[in-house]
Protein backbone atom coordinates (compact mmCIF):
# COMPACT_ATOMS: atom_id res chain seq x y z
CA UNK A 1 0.00 0.00 0.00
CA UNK A 2 0.99 3.71 -0.46
CA UNK A 3 0.83 6.70 2.19
CA UNK A 4 -2.10 7.96 0.14
CA UNK A 5 -3.92 5.13 0.53
CA UNK A 6 -3.16 4.37 4.03
CA UNK A 7 -4.25 7.79 4.82
CA UNK A 8 -6.94 7.91 3.05
CA UNK A 9 -8.42 4.46 4.48
CA UNK A 10 -7.46 6.01 8.39
CA UNK A 11 -9.70 8.72 7.47
CA UNK A 12 -11.96 6.97 6.42
CA UNK A 13 -12.10 4.71 9.04
CA UNK A 14 -11.83 7.84 12.00
CA UNK A 15 -15.39 9.15 9.66
CA UNK A 16 -16.65 5.84 10.42
CA UNK A 17 -16.12 5.55 14.17
CA UNK A 18 -17.40 9.27 14.58
CA UNK A 19 -20.88 8.66 12.23
CA UNK A 20 -21.13 5.35 14.19
CA UNK A 21 -20.84 7.75 18.07
CA UNK A 22 -23.03 10.51 16.85
CA UNK A 23 -25.42 7.78 15.55
CA UNK A 24 -25.28 5.99 19.27
CA UNK A 25 -25.65 9.57 20.84
CA UNK A 26 -28.50 10.26 19.51
CA UNK A 27 -30.14 7.06 19.77
CA UNK A 28 -29.47 7.00 23.57
CA UNK A 29 -30.93 10.69 23.83
CA UNK A 30 -34.09 9.26 21.95
CA UNK A 31 -34.45 6.20 24.17
CA UNK A 32 -34.05 8.74 26.98
CA UNK A 33 -36.85 11.25 25.79
CA UNK A 34 -39.19 8.15 25.21
CA UNK A 35 -38.97 6.76 28.78
CA UNK A 36 -39.70 10.39 29.94
CA UNK A 37 -42.42 10.47 27.57
CA UNK A 38 -43.66 7.34 29.10
CA UNK A 39 -43.20 8.46 32.57
CA UNK A 40 -45.30 11.26 31.88
CA UNK A 41 -48.20 9.17 30.37
CA UNK A 42 -48.03 6.66 33.85
CA UNK A 43 -48.17 10.01 35.92
CA UNK A 44 -51.26 11.29 33.98
CA UNK A 45 -52.95 7.73 33.53
CA UNK A 46 -52.99 7.84 37.72
CA UNK A 47 -54.37 10.94 38.40
CA UNK A 48 -57.65 10.98 40.17
CA UNK A 49 -61.02 11.64 38.54
CA UNK A 50 -62.44 15.22 38.44
CA UNK A 51 -65.70 13.45 37.69
CA UNK A 52 -68.12 14.02 40.35
CA UNK A 53 -68.54 11.81 43.43
CA UNK A 54 -71.71 10.66 42.14
CA UNK A 55 -70.69 9.38 38.81
CA UNK A 56 -68.89 6.23 37.83
CA UNK A 57 -70.74 4.14 40.66
CA UNK A 58 -72.80 1.96 38.80
CA UNK A 59 -72.90 0.21 34.96
CA UNK A 60 -76.36 -0.12 33.31
CA UNK A 61 -75.96 -3.51 31.84
CA UNK A 62 -79.37 -2.88 30.07
CA UNK A 63 -79.29 -2.54 26.23
Known amino acids: MEV???S???S????AR???????LV???ALEMEGQS?????A?????SVNPDHLGQ????KA
Do not use: N
Open 4 to 6: TQL
Open 27 to 29: MKK
Open 8 to 10: SLA
Open 38 to 42: ALQLV
Open 58 to 61: SVDV
Open 18 to 24: TGDAVSI
Open 44 to 48: AATQG
Open 12 to 15: ALAA
